[in-house]
């Protein structure tokens, strides 16, 4: 998997709501109504990560998620990266409904 450069990232995240990039990582963060929500959200994510084999850095306190992506084999963003951030934001959108 390709490193994108720092301007293809930064086109990338213009159209991904509430994603951040910084530290050759894209990063965001949730809050749901309780820890319940949150670990609901969390198994539906992990799903999808197993099923891309691509995985995050999250930590969990209560209701909030936090979650970074980096592809650790190319040492920065990859496309991978931004596949799964569109599918956390499908998830937890429903999520919230």
């Known amino acids: 998997m390709k490193k994108l450069t720092n301007l293809e990232i930064e086109k990338r ?3 991904l709501q ?8 894209i990063h965001t963060d949730f809050e ?3 820890f319940k929500d949150c670990m609901s959200a969390m198994n ?5 990560c197993e099923a891309l084999n691509h995985h995050p850095e999250w ?3 209560y209701n909030t998620l936090d979650i970074t ?3 650790h084999d190319a040492d920065g963003v990859t496309e991978l990266d931004f596949k799964l951030a569109e599918a956390i934001n499908k998830i937890v959108e429903v999520e919230e409904e």
């Open 44 to 48: 539906r994510i992990a799903f999808e």
């Open 13 to 15: 995240i213009e159209k």
């Open 69 to 71: 992506l980096t592809t």
């Open 59 to 61: 930590t969990n306190v």
């Open 32 to 34: 749901f109504d309780n």
């Open 18 to 25: 509430e994603w951040d990039f910084y530290d050759d990582a």
